[in-house]
Nanobody, 120 residues
């Protein structure tokens, strides 16, 4: 599975951005997708996850109520709507997909990342 993110950029605090992640390759083998972020000097952290079967979502408390993950299976695209952005959201955002190989082994693909900068 190959992943390409888009939609990052510079936004003022309180503003909104929508990130997109286009998947290609063996997309029929994907069972879950997610968004991670990594700020300078910090560990990578999960900001949203979604299962493709039932559409279950999960968020850490730090973004709950402000970020929304969704997917359009017909377009093989996942989105992250980010509202009420805060300066601490500044990071590189990565799209991930968990999928199975033809032999059933699980693996995770990562996109190249897209920069989000929130100015105060």
């Amino acid at each position: 599975v190959q992943l390409v993110e888009s939609g990052g950029g510079l936004v003022q605090a309180g503003g909104s951005l929508r990130l997109s992640c286009a998947a290609s390759g063996s997309t029929d083998r994907i069972n879950a997708m997610g968004w991670y972020r990594q700020a300078p000097g910090k560990q990578r952290e999960l900001v949203a996850g979604i299962t493709l079967g039932g559409g279950s979502t999960n968020y850490p408390d730090s973004v709950k109520g402000r970020f929304t993950i969704s997917r359009d299976n017909s377009k093989n695209t996942m989105y992250l709507q980010m509202n009420s952005l805060r300066p601490e959201a500044t990071a590189v955002y990565y799209c991930t997909a968990r999928a199975r190989t033809g032999l059933g082994a699980l693996y995770t693909s990562w996109g190249q990342g897209t920069q989000v900068t929130v100015s105060s």
